[in-house]
Nanobody, 121 residues
Framework: QVQLVESGGGLVQAGGSLRLSCAASGSIFSINLMRWHRQAPGKARELIATITVGGSTVYADSVKGRFTISRDNAKNTVYLQMNSLKPEDTAVYYC???????????????WGQGTQVTVSS
């Protein structure tokens, strides 16, 4: 069907930057919305950024002005550029896509395995 694989996480100092990538593969017919979520230890998963096929974006207040979501539709890939990182941004980051695989008549939600981002103070 459809697989999502994130990359780009790691350890960074406060004020630094990281760029996450999430590539979709498999028998893809189409991908609609793509999103980034994060989950910090002991906290609920949080939706932080959404992007449409046309490139329209929505951000959570916690990341607005610091994070930028983008996508390359030809590569079935979504990115998250994270600037001015803070220790409270430490979390596992997950990408999520609403996709339709070849032969399917509807879209399904797919999730990546997550990538750890740690911001040191």
């Amino acid at each position: 069907q459809v697989q999502l694989v994130e990359s780009g996480g790691g350890l960074v100092q406060a004020g630094g930057s990281l760029r996450l990538s999430c590539a979709a593969s498999g028998s893809i017919f189409s991908i609609n919305l793509m999103r980034w979520h994060r989950q910090a230890p002991g906290k609920a998963r949080e939706l932080i950024a959404t992007i449409t096929v046309g490139g329209s974006t929505v951000y959570a207040d916690s990341v607005k002005g610091r994070f930028t979501i983008s996508r390359d539709n030809a590569k079935n890939t979504v990115y998250l550029q994270m600037n001015s990182l803070k220790p409270e941004d430490t979390a596992v980051y997950y990408c999520n896509a609403d996709a339709r695989y070849s032969g399917s008549m509807r879209t399904y939600p797919y999730w990546g395995q997550g990538t750890q981002v740690t911001v040191s103070s």
